[in-house]
């Protein structure tokens, strides 16, 4: 979705009727329109649209390739994650345990929430990330980040569809609810995960070893009929090791910490 029509729809919501509820993203009565803080987000890149006369108002359920996942996991699909505010921009996700925002600009954020009026409304972040309407202070935003999802007209989404190890830092953010900054750095913490959450014959690691298979098919390393499917079965592991061996690798068949380097160089 273009960054444009994210933010639309975001004001859409504003100037509707809404009411904060639970798992909300479309659902309304007559009048009204329910929400909560994720499900906002989740319901416009799922299409809603405000229509009335559909049930979710427009909304299709993991459509237009999101995902349905929940507030801490979001940001975990983010990329060039940053806990400094002062450099945030519009249509970047804010974050805090358990609540999400959209930034829209000129210190205002976009959320669904039970604070203040209980519904959709306009907040404030300030720039050590404090979190206010109208002067009367709720919590911080600790993190922001650009979501995948949305086009932000520049050069942020090509680098993170293109650059395999900002693609391997958010499969790791959400395989094993981890906090990696998505910088496209193999640095000490991406290297510890690597270390710690190998990867083997067996091992029940769905979205980590679908990276795996996406990474040596763009390769030319075939990983057979299953292709991408999230099982490290055979013809994945007889890919790894043809790749390790093809890489000077110790040929094992476990992707570890140098395995995994040497995929994403």
Known sequence: MKLSEFIDKLNLALNSKTEYKKSGWGSHNEDTWYFDCVCLIKGILWGWNADFSKK??????????????????????????????????????????????????????????????????KSQVALDGTRSKDGKKVYKW???????????????????????????????????????????????????????????????AIIHIKWL??????????????????????DTLKAVKKYQQDHNLKVDGYVGKDTHKKLIS
């Open 213 to 234: 298979q996406n990474r040596l098919i763009e390769l030319g390393y075939s990983c057979g009929k299953s292709g991408v499917d999230g099982h490290f079965g055979p």
């Open 56 to 121: 979710r108002g427009g909304a299709v359920y993991k459509s237009n390739g999101v995902p349905d996942v929940g507030t801490d996991n979001l940001i975990n699909k983010c990329y060039n994650v940053s806990s400094d505010f002062s450099n945030i921009q519009v249509g970047e996700l804010l974050w805090l345990k358990g609540h999400t925002g959209i930034y829209v600009g000129n210190g205002e954020v976009i959320e669904a929430t039970a604070a203040w009026t209980n519904n959709v409304l």
């Open 142 to 204: 600790k993190k922001h980040g650009f979501l995948p999802y949305v086009d932000y007209g520049n050069t942020n989404n090509n680098i993170v569809k293109e650059n395999p190890c900002m693609l391997l830092q958010q499969a790791l953010n959400e395989q094993y609810n981890l906090n990696l900054e998505v910088d496209g750095k193999f640095g000490p913490k991406t290297t510890e995960a690597c270390t710690k959450n190998q990867l083997y014959k067996g091992k029940k």
